[in-house]
């Protein structure tokens, strides 16, 4: 089972941009899933994180920008983000943690800029 990530792509700063990460087949028992993005020349930084319930937590560079989603019957979690800045230009990979062991996507490039 993969997790793919889409959405990604060029967008102007305040723009907005939906990202989508699905697993090609079945997950059983998923706790979290969630985003991280790694800038060019940065390490990788969690964005956001929402559990089976609906919680969820926010970086704080992204709070009140960006709103995290999830399909629990398809296994399948969002990332929406709103007035995008340049410094928000990243690969963003989501993930999906179960008891035993945690799956990763592979990155979408986010790119802000006029």
């Known amino acids: 089972v993969q997790l793919q990530a889409s959405g990604g792509g060029l967008v102007q700063p305040g723009g907005s941009l939906r990202l989508s990460c699905a697993a090609s087949?079945?997950?059983?028992?998923?706790?979290?899933m969630g985003w991280y993005r790694q800038a060019p020349g940065k390490h990788r930084e969690p964005v956001a994180t929402?559990?089976?319930?609906?919680?969820?937590n926010y970086a704080d560079s992204v709070k009140a920008r960006f709103t995290i989603s999830r399909d629990n019957t398809k296994n399948t979690v969002f990332l929406q983000m709103n007035s995008l800045k340049p410094e928000d230009t990243a690969v963003y990979s989501c993930?999906?943690?179960?008891?035993?062991?945690?799956?990763w996507g592979q990155g979408t490039l986010v790119t802000v800029s006029s």
């Open positions: 993930y999906a943690v179960t008891r035993t062991r945690t799956y």
């Open positions: 087949g079945t997950i059983f028992g998923v706790n979290a």
């Open positions: 929402i559990t089976s319930g609906g919680s969820t």
